[in-house]
């Protein structure tokens, strides 16, 4: 039997052979629909790899914040007893509960307040002073973030050591809102992190909690995550807990999001071509089997069955497309290299030096799982295209088919 099909193999070879004009025009048109196809993947892959890896850069990807869960409009505090077992989650290092705030100054500067144990926040965040210390648990101390301390210290006159008033606003039992002063010491200011936690003043938990009576959860918690691999399994792990989770990975999330429908809308379009080339190919079988009625007739008067006849033809579908796959990924890479040596110094040219960082060294990304992608559907759409031609050619009465 593997003697049978390696000479059906061959034969289907030669008689590709004596047809080269027609089968160079049908390797061609598969080509060409391949290396579209990739052609658009890989720049979707490339815009995508590229804007990915900015975020990286520019973003703590294994920090993540959990809030508590809403139900019917009500909102459930997160309990000590959901931040002990969100500590045993085995790919989270470091976790910190807060307490979120606002306070004003007497200018009425917005000021964000995260609440937290120093010891806990600090390294979680990876805090660093520029100036100052880090404030004590049990006190009203306060360390700044780099902005709302350069802010405070240049146009409220904050000194770093000396009291400074902030207002809480209340609301009374009508409603009515009114402002009550207390009094903070900062005692550091942290260096910038360009995030917004470069916007908030930090004060320790109890301190915060005071000023808000009757509360007993957590208004959030942050997880140091030990690899961003797995900031998304701990992501769904806390979302089965109830709570929502956020954090610079729902960037990613969404460009991938976004990105696969770019890709897909490229694909299809230039999956048009690729249909050209599966038309191309059964319209070469089917004029193929025409001119060749007469030799499949005497095959057939000599004892070659259907199945052998069926199996011809799409052997030479086979070489076929194996020949446009392999043309087609040729053509791929050749297209991506030009789009990587000319496109990005294009783009740049008429999009400004600035979104230099944006596109790094590659717009273009070819991987060898696309390149094996790009060779199985040639392969497939050859077999599809020629399933007709040999089902006709199968059907030929021999007798019929050797007076031709």
Known sequence: MTNRILDELLLAFRRLKTRKLRVLLTVLGIAIGIAAVLGTVSLGEGIRTQAVETIRASSDLTLLEVTPREVNGTVYLITPSSVEYLQTLP?????????????????????????????????????????????????????????IGEYLRRYEGMQIGSPFTVMVREYDEQGRPRDREITITPVGIFSPRDDRFDAVIFLDTEMVRSQKPGQEGYDAVYLRVDDHLSVADVADEVRQLGFSVGGAFEQIESVNRFMDVVILVFALFAGVSLLVGGLMIANTMMISVYEQTREIGISMALGAAEGDVMRLVLFECLFLGILGGCAGIIGSLVFSTALNAVGRSLLLSRMGGEFSGLFGDSISIITPVMLIAGLVIAVVLSLVSGIYPAYRAARLDPVEAMKR
């Open 91 to 147: 790919q989270v290092s470091t976790v910190s509960p807060v307490l979120h705030d606002s306070y004003a100054s007497r200018s009425q500067t917005y000021l964000p307040i995260i609440g937290a144990e120093p010891d806990q926040i600090s390294p979680l965040l990876d805090l660093r002073l520029e100036t100052g210390r880090i404030f004590y648990s049990g006190t009203q101390e306060a360390v700044l973030g780099a902005d």
